[in-house]
């Protein structure tokens, strides 16, 4: 079946450090994958997407690359800031046919802490 | 605004009392779902509803019951609660499939403790 691994946190930075976040598939076919992030308190929201392998999808500063050769869908972000403090799921979806016709599979988030 | 609303936000109960957490969504939104997200695990689905009167089950729909009676209303219902279900739920909208669009809108969560 269809699975998203990301790496283990929590991952604390200062305030200006780069930002990577590792996130690994399995899913036969082409999924869509996509990076959601959830404030405190907060539910998620949609950070970015690609649908395709190579697309990459950016927002906010946040970049991640579709690697279909590697499995992979890496989130980077070149200076974060206080702000981004937040949980990262790392998401997939199969798209049409089969039983996981539209239904997104999450990784189990990775806790981001940025200190000033 | 466009939201989604559920309530309680937070609510302890004891074993065994039936409760319903309401989720609400002002999007006209096809789609909707819910979620338990526990430490380590990410999120789960429950169940889901491509559109009125239509449900199925997700990854983890035991000791759970939803129905979908009018588009925006989409209720989670704990028949018999047990401790096991103490968890964090969201629900979430979508218009169409989310698998297809990728982009599902959050409920702020309803925090739920079971003693």
């Known amino acids: 079946g269809n699975s998203v691994t990301q790496m283990e946190g929590p991952v604390t930075l200062s305030e200006e450090a780069f930002l990577t976040i590792n996130c690994t598939y399995t899913?036969?076919?082409?999924?869509?994958l996509f990076w959601y992030v959830q404030y405190p308190g907060e539910g998620l929201q949609l950070l970015l997407k690609?649908?395709?392998?190579?697309d990459k999808g950016s927002n906010k500063g946040f970049e991640a690359t579709y690697r279909k050769e590697t499995t992979s869908f890496h989130l980077e972000k070149g200076s974060v800031q206080v702000s981004d403090s937040a949980v990262y799921f790392c998401?997939?979806?199969?798209?049409?046919?089969?039983?996981?016709?539209?239904?997104?599979?999450f990784g189990q988030g990775t806790i981001l802490t940025v200190h000033p | 605004e466009a939201q989604v609303t559920q309530n309680p936000r937070y609510l302890i109960t004891v074993t065994g009392k039936k409760l319903t957490v309401t989720c609400s969504q002002n999007?006209?939104?096809?789609?909707m779902s819910w979620y338990r997200q526990d430490p380590g695990l990410g999120l789960r689905q429950i169940y889901y509803?491509?559109?009125?009167?239509?449900?199925d089950k997700g990854d983890v729909p035991e000791g759970y019951k939803v129905s979908r009676k009018e588009k925006r209303n989409f209720p989670l219902i704990l028949e018999s609660p047990s401790p096991n279900q103490t968890s964090l739920y969201f629900c979430?909208?979508?218009?169409?499939?989310?698998?297809?669009?990728?982009?599902?809108?959050f409920g702020e969560g309803s925090r739920l403790t079971v003693l």
């Open positions: 899913a036969t076919g082409y999924p869509s």
């Open positions: 979430a909208s979508s218009f169409g499939l989310a698998g297809l669009t990728g982009e599902l809108f």
């Open positions: 999007m006209n939104h096809e789609y």
């Open positions: 998401a997939l979806s199969r798209g049409a046919g089969g039983t996981s016709y539209g239904k997104l599979t």
């Open positions: 690609a649908t395709k392998a190579d």
């Open positions: 509803s491509m559109n009125v009167e239509v449900t």
